[in-house]
């Protein structure tokens, strides 16, 4: 599809002003145009972007993370992710990420893709990488942040899933890249970490 094939779906900014700046994130209103001519209004969130990482150990087992998320109030079985920070690259955040929430390395890297986690009111992307050839290392959390280090395999991982036990989008779609992967029908072009492109 082209710009031209959606031409008649897409909404024009015609002004607009930001109604919260916090450390991060920018909540904003925006005045649009519709396809049809009208006025409507639009809010939300602008927000730099982020990575998760599947991280496979030589097993096969998933490396995965459990902690607190304040917004849904729950404790959430995650894949590795962080935010980008200014100037950064999807593959060094992830880097950066999984060391710090894990305390593991990864020899090689592979890129799959990005999504939009919350397109109705969000900016925010998400870069899924996969990372293998796993060395531990100590956890390199921040200041106020508490993690807990999980490995399961593909089955325990899918039955907690079929429970609905994993509500976090992007574990799920993580999850789902995986499957498709081993079974043949979506690629990943695997590089080492010295030579992976940085996106």
């Known amino acids: 599809m082209t710009e031209d094939d959606d031409a008649h779906l897409v909404e024009r900014r015609t002004g607009g002003r930001m109604l919260l700046e916090g450390g991060f994130l920018e909540v904003r209103r ?4 519709l396809p049809d001519g ?7 969130i602008r927000h730099p972007g982020a990575v998760a990482v599947l991280a496979l150990l030589d097993d096969g087992r998933l490396v995965l993370v459990r902690q607190f998320r304040y917004p849904v109030g729950r404790v959430l079985l995650e894949l590795p992710a962080g935010k980008l920070d200014r100037g950064e690259s999807t593959l060094a955040c992830a880097r950066r990420e999984l060391a710090e929430e894990t305390g593991y390395t990864a020899r090689e890297w592979a890129f799959a893709g990005e999504i ?7 900016s925010e992307s998400i870069w899924l990488w996969f990372a293998r050839g796993l ?4 956890q390199k ?3 106020g942040e508490f993690v807990e280090v999980v490995t399961l395999d593909a089955d325990e991982l899918d039955a907690l899933a079929g429970r609905g036990e994993v509500p976090d989008v992007k574990t799920l779609w993580g999850f789902l890249w995986l499957q498709r992967w081993r079974a043949g029908a979506w690629t990943l072009d695997w590089q080492s970490a010295d030579t992976a492109p940085g996106l």
């Open 141 to 143: 959390l921040d200041t």
């Open 135 to 138: 060395q531990a290392g100590p």
């Open 38 to 44: 009208s006025a409507a209004t639009r809010e939300y």
């Open 116 to 122: 939009h986690n919350a397109a109705a009111y969000s």
């Open 30 to 33: 925006d005045d649009v145009r």
